[in-house]
């Protein structure tokens, strides 16, 4: 079987130094909020460069955490989008704030900064792109548009770390930046984890205090605050995996280009990467009318293919009748039907890719055959 992602395969790559690293805080003794979380902190500022990061329990986590130093909460609407992973929706919610959910640019799968201006009332406050499959959102006419408005942007990198807009990396550009630590992400932790990055100290200490009870000192809580912790041992490990991120995800950038390569002309809508951005290829998307029959076909070829996602949040059970923009969503529905993930991961190895390629090509032939016999 060919994963779509494996995070287990990191782990073997990098096996002595994490061995090591666990192994540190263990002799420690000091498991939660320490001198490795501290250390990470300063390590994933510097790269993303912000001057500010701050370590908290996942990805949702960071989100919700983020919203709240914000002072979102009831009454408020948040922009997002409906194609992408229901975690955004539910840390919105978490707030108590109304999410309201625009469609996306079909090319690149992020929210689509044309529909902004339709879904902006009094109530809204903050703007959440995402950076979906490892694509940078269209960060610019976003924040000039919310900037017009007065309104704040959060990003959600959860699947982009390390990718740039220009030449800067995302989660610096807007007011706040959110990522996730969960161990299939591009930089994965061997549990739960997540990060808030942002310039602003004053949201950066609201954070802090909110990750654990609102205390500025032990057990005198400042503010109200709950508990979303970073843990010293994924801390001590993802600081071994940030130090591989960049040439991790060149390893993806490669795979993705052979790809590029092995599947062109053969009916398959490829992914394109936005100009002036760089693509981390958390996910390596395409698209077929043929879908869910290509989907099928890998699986018994022992292809781990995947489906990023085939509901839309706003289609989901959970969510009905949730707020959608005027215009509805019909990029996001229609690309919902269409996506495949083929495996995509740094340590796969060309033969696999092969692998893919080839029954991708024979999904396609065999679909080319059955329609000239039908023909005939
Ligand atoms: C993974 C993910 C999250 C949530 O992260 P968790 O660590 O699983 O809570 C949020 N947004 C997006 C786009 C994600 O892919």
Redesign the pocket.
């Known amino acids: 079987m060919i994963l779509c992602s494996n995070p287990g395969a990191q782990y073997r790559a990098h096996k002595a130094e994490v061995d090591a690293a666990i192994q540190r805080v263990l002799n420690k003794g000091w498991f939660v909020l320490g001198q490795e979380v501290e250390k990470f902190e300063a390590e994933f500022s510097a790269y993303i460069g912000t001057s500010h990061s701050i370590g908290v329990g996942?990805?949702?986590?960071?989100?919700h955490l983020a919203l709240a130093a914000c002072g979102i909460g009831s009454g408020d609407e948040v922009i997002t989008v409906s194609h992408?992973?229901v975690?955004?929706m539910a840390?919105i919610e978490l707030t108590g704030a109304t999410p309201v959910l625009v469609d996306i640019e079909p090319d690149y799968y992020t929210l689509d900064p044309e529909k902004l201006g339709a879904a902006i009332t009094s109530r809204t406050k903050v703007i959440l792109p995402?950076h979906?499959y490892g694509q940078p959102a269209k960060l610019e006419p976003i924040l000039e548009i919310a900037e017009q408005h007065g309104l704040l942007v959060i990003e959600?990198c959860?699947?982009a770390h390390g990718a740039k807009y220009k030449d800067r990396r995302v989660g610096s550009w807007g007011h706040m930046g959110?990522f996730?630590?969960?161990p299939t992400?591009n930089l994965g932790a061997f549990g739960?984890?997540?990060m808030v990055v942002t310039n602003d100290p004053e949201l950066a200490q609201r954070v802090h205090l909110l990750r654990e009870y609102g205390w500025a000192e032990r057990y005198v809580s400042h503010i109200r605050g709950w508990n979303s912790r970073l843990d010293e041992i994924q801390a001590a490990l993802l600081r071994v995996k940030l130090q591989y991120l960049d040439e991790d995800n060149g390893s993806r950038a490669r795979l993705a280009k052979c790809y590029d390569e092995g599947l062109q002309g053969i009916g398959l809508g490829l992914p394109r990467t936005r100009e002036g951005t760089t693509h981390v290829y958390?996910l390596y998307v395409v698209r077929s009318q043929r879908r869910d029959e290509l989907l099928k076909f890998l699986r018994e070829s022992e292809i781990g293919a995947l489906v990023h996602y085939p509901v839309p949040v706003h289609l989901q059970p959970a969510y009905q009748g949730c707020r959608i923009a005027c215009e509805g969503l019909p990029e996001t529905e229609r690309v919902a039907q269409e996506v495949i993930s083929l495996p995509i991961y740094p340590e796969l190895s060309e033969r696999a890719l092969q692998t893919v390629i080839d029954a991708v090509e024979a999904f396609f032939s065999k679909i080319s055959q059955e329609r000239q016999e039908q023909e005939v």
Do not use: I, R
């Open positions: 996942s990805g949702t986590e960071s989100l992408t992973a975690a955004t840390a995402v979906l959600d959860a699947q959110c996730s630590f969960y992400k739960d984890g997540g958390h």
